[in-house]
């Protein structure tokens, strides 16, 4: 079974960045890796996705140039980096894994496994 732990998360003025964390117990185990996201009265939306051997990524139109998503192999762990914050950002961020579907096939978002989140905020 594979356990995501996030963490990274908090306050910030807009404009400012973070680094979410995102620890993988099995990491071997899982396909491709994302990050989702969910505010308050709206859908969770995808913001970030890579495949397995961090060769594809994909992110959501709206923190396209903004935010990056990368691997540490050696530690087991996912990342999103997050530059350029805004209020619009704030939101619980989830990591998700998944054990057959590619990063590309993740963007319909039904993964496998879900941490169980992180939150971020953003003040202007």
């Known amino acids: 079974q594979v356990q995501l732990v996030e963490s990274g998360g908090g306050s910030v003025q807009a404009g400012g960045s973070l680094r979410l964390s995102c620890a993988v117990s099995v990491y071997s185990s899982v396909n491709c890796m994302a990050w989702f996201r969910q505010a308050p009265g709206k859908e969770r939306e995808g913001v970030a996705f890579?495949?397995?051997?961090?060769?594809?990524?994909y992110y959501a139109d709206s923190v396209k140039g903004r935010f990056t998503i990368s691997k540490d192999n050696a530690k087991n762990i996912l990342y999103l980096q997050m530059n350029s914050l805004k209020p619009e950002d704030s939101a619980m961020y989830y990591c998700?894994?998944?054990?057959?579907?590619?990063?590309?096939?993740?963007?319909?978002?039904?993964?496998?496994?879900w941490g169980k989140g992180t939150l971020v905020t953003i003040s202007s």
């Open positions: 890579i495949s397995s051997g961090g060769g594809s990524t």
């Open positions: 998700a894994a998944d054990d057959q579907r590619t990063a590309y096939q993740a963007l319909e978002g039904y993964m496998d496994y």
